[in-house]
């Protein structure tokens, strides 16, 4: 764990550049605007370690799958979320020394995020090898008003000389994945211009043929007045830049602003990209950069209004939660159902992909009570496109008749992971779907999902499951067989309980689903069963069957449910007891000595109860929370956050938070020591829910907003908003008394501590 950031309220602040911590840095103050996003990358030369890191929503490139070993089945390619082409750059020459943060001597180093305004900011005093001495402010955004846009605010001050200064302000586009399997770039070059004032790159993908225009201009006053400056222009290869040479003035500020346009195919015809990116350029130009910052900071303003968590008494867990809520807000917002959101966002490029289970499973609950209903939605529309893929994704595995397995990884619906264990194995997440539909369903009330979108896809996943499952002769039950569970320190086991529990769930609910359409829209029903070719009556009874004689493991002793067949054969040992430098296992441990261990690396079981709690007796809950949390290690960033709502409702509460710490603070304290990859973001939806389904103890049943809220001792008092079908509800809590405001809407009965409340 490293504390080394500041704490504050609305701010991540960093004091004094340290070059070991500097890629968790880039990866912490990241910016985004759900169309492109930017790693903290400094402007001017940094020859130390960096990951540089700029993205376009949508845009990928299927790298030519690498092991060792190919099995039938393998996906052909693992899609890689690009490095594009660099905006950023403003290099600097003092007299033909360059300005590189890795060789000058630097002192009061400052690096800030403004949460509030989406604006970071960073200072600092270096002395170049000859002497010479300047002092830079730097300010970015990446706008949320235009999400083609990004601006920079670069001051650079002479304090002891005067004398020529160089500004090489470029467009890059020959950058690199740190990723790549063979060590390839991953664009080719279909135009460049520089032009006094300008330069324009615009770059394709090899494969996938996405194209990005990514164009800069920029504007240079010294003392408040443009500065008299003269310009050379350079080209090579995916590459174009302005180098300007002008006089700097001891203690007087040359402020450079940069504007670019980062378009794509996705949005664009691709003979009108240049066109379109110039325009975007004039824009900016002509508006300034205090006028597009002001409308940026406007949508953030009205963002927090809706989604804003206060806590009132502890500033690590305020900062915390701000934290998770702004890079959540920044990765997705909704507008375009063809995006998703990918595990790292805009702010690294490990695990690839757009989306994961982790939308279904912890994103969607934020967007429900955050967003307007259309934004949750939309995640649910990504999928039914997805459906004919996760047909095909089946059909390759050998499973017939409509049957759907959703992909693990995906960037258009085919899958692209390659790892046996997990892409094949960990079937659950294909389940993941249909839960997320229970959970739209239920909290906006919209059931008409079912007869336009979901029923088709509950058809397909429960044809999978139907044929995933085989009769087990000496058990007399339906058994699921060489899995992996939520436990990813677990491999090809047979009857993960959450895996066979989901599946049998999903059997249930998709002939719910079938009753609820053909009750309601008859002609439509009949559609989708010729669409689907899908016997009712024969395919149901099995799925009935299949259900109703499920096998589940169980250690009657102890009265828990098992992970899986043959649990108990491990040493049961308390991850407590491990010795600090064995932490973390899977950066210290052999994966021969981890799956033969009983650590759990995340909620595998709890995960179970935590989506189905209200299945479980509290009893029950608490014995299986008390089995298995002591040997759960904590190292998914999915962890702690099911660990924090099951530990709230049995009432653990100093557990409970302790647990919301590691989560909400996971990236800023480097808990898993990998940051530097870049953030969870797709977690940091289980933060949000940490607080208001853990803390305030938010539930839906049966139309009804329940709550039952405790305060941390560690709090003086908490608040949070939710949308909950047409209405706007706040809840405050302290320790005197749990206010809960109707702030827009009709009237609405809610239910605080089993006790009905009237809002008006």
């Known amino acids: 764990m490293k504390q080394y950031l500041k704490q504050d309220e609305w701010k991540i602040i960093e004091e004094g550049l340290n070059p070991h911590y500097n890629q968790i840095s880039e990866s912490v103050f990241s910016l985004g605007n759900g169309r492109m996003g930017q790693r903290a990358n400094f402007e001017e030369d940094y020859s130390g370690e960096t990951l540089q890191g700029s993205y376009v929503a949508g845009v990928y490139y299927p790298d030519k799958t690498r092991v060792g070993w190919w099995k039938n089945g393998y996906p052909e390619y693992f899609a890689k979320v690009l490095n594009a082409p660099s905006w950023i750059n403003i290099k600097l020459k003092v007299e033909n020394q360059r300005l590189d943060l890795a060789t000058c001597t630097v002192e009061n180093f400052v690096r800030v995020l403004d949460m509030k305004t989406g604006l970071l900011q960073r200072s600092f005093v270096a002395t170049l090898p000859g ?68 330069a324009i790159v615009t770059a394709e993908t090899r494969k996938t043929l996405f194209h990005v225009t990514t164009a800069m201009t920029y504007a240079i006053h010294s003392g408040g007045k443009p500065a008299a400056i003269k310009v050379g222009e350079n080209m090579r290869e995916k590459y174009a830049d302005n180098v300007v040479q002008t006089e700097i003035k001891q203690d007087i500020p040359l402020v450079i602003f940069k504007y670019a346009a980062v378009l794509s195919s996705e949005n664009h015809a691709k003979d009108k990209l240049v066109e379109h990116a110039r325009a975007k350029l004039t824009e900016a130009l002509t508006a300034g950069f205090d006028s597009l910052f002001e409308q940026h900071a406007k949508v953030w303003a009205h963002k927090w209004e809706e989604c804003d968590i206060t806590i009132d008494g502890d500033i690590a867990a305020q900062q915390g939660i701000r934290f998770n809520i702004f890079q959540l807000t920044q990765t997705y917002t909704g507008e375009d159902e063809r995006l998703n959101i990918g595990p790292k966002g805009f702010t690294g490029e490990k695990y690839g992909g757009s989306t994961y289970w982790d939308t279904e499973a912890y994103c ?20 039914y496109k997805h459906l004919p893929k996760a047909i095909e994704n089946a059909q390759k595995l050998g499973f017939t008749g409509g049957a759907a397995f959703y992909p693990f990884v995906t960037m258009n619906g085919e899958e692209c992971h390659n790892e046996w264990e997990i892409t094949f194995e960990e079937i659950h997440r294909t389940s993941a779907m249909a839960y997320a539909m229970r959970d739209y369903v239920d909290y906006t009330g919209d059931q008409h999902y079912f007869t336009e979108f979901g029923l088709e896809v509950l058809i397909g996943i429960a044809r999978f499951w139907e044929q995933r499952v085989n009769w087990s002769s000496d058990k007399n039950k339906y058994v699921i067989l060489g899995v992996t569970g939520p436990n990813e320190y677990e491999n090809n086991v047979n009857n993960n309980w959450y895996t066979n529990y989901l599946g049998a ?32 009556k024969a395919e149901t009874e099995k799925w009935k069957h299949i259900s109703d004689n499920m096998y589940y493991p169980y250690d009657t002793r102890r009265k828990v449910i098992l992970q899986q067949d043959g649990f108990l054969d491990k040493e049961l040992i308390r991850a407590a007891d491990l010795k600090p430098e064995f932490r973390p296992l899977n950066q210290k441990w052999s994966w021969d000595r981890i799956l033969r261990s009983c650590f759990i690396k995340q909620a595998d ?52 938070y302790q647990f919301y710490l590691r989560t909400a603070r996971l990236d800023l304290d480097d808990y898993n020591n990998d940051t530097e990859e870049g953030c969870h973001i797709t977690s940091m939806a289980g933060t949000w829910m940490s607080v ?69």
């Not at 307007?372 to 999928?383: G, P, T």
């Not at 998709?510 to 010729?530: C, F, L, P, S, T």
């Not at 479980?616 to 002591?630: A, G, H, M, S, V």
């Open 605 to 656: 079981v709890l995960q179970g109860i935590f989506l189905f709690e209200d299945d479980f007796d509290l009893e029950t809950i608490r014995k299986n929370f008390d089995f298995y949390e002591p040997m759960t290690v904590h190292e998914s960033s999915l962890s702690p956050c099911v660990h924090v709502i099951l530990a709230s409702k049995l009432g653990y509460k100093e557990q409970a």
């Open 131 to 198: 002497g010479k001495k300047v002092a830079v402010d730097a300010k970015r955004f990446c706008s949320m008003a235009d999400g083609e846009i990004g601006a920079i605010r670069y001051q650079v001050t002479a304090l002891n000389f005067s004398g020529e200064i160089s500004i090489e302000l470029s467009v890059d586009a020959d950058v690199v994945n740190k990723d790549s399997n063979y060590d390839e770039k991953f664009w080719n070059e279909v135009y460049k211009e520089a032009q006094t004032g300008s």
């Open 692 to 760: 208001v389904k853990g803390f305030g103890g938010m539930r839906v049943r049966d139309g009804k907003l329940h709550f039952t809220p405790f305060i941390p001792d560690q709090w003086k008092s908490y608040s949070f908003r939710v949308e909950f079908r047409g209405r706007v509800l706040k809840v405050k809590v302290s320790n005197e008394k749990t206010e809960t405001i109707l702030e827009h809407g009709e009237p609405l009965e809610v239910m605080m501590h089993g006790k009905p409340v009237l809002l008006k």
């Open 505 to 536: 769930w999903t059997l249930r609910f998709a002939q719910q689903a079938i009753n609820y359409v053909k009750g309601h829209d008859a002609k439509r029903y009949a559609e989708i069963v010729a669409k689907t070719n899908f016997n009712e």
């Open 364 to 383: 969607l609950p934020f967007f429900l009570s955050t967003a307007e209903e259309k934004v949750a939605r939309n995640l649910l529309v990504y999928r």
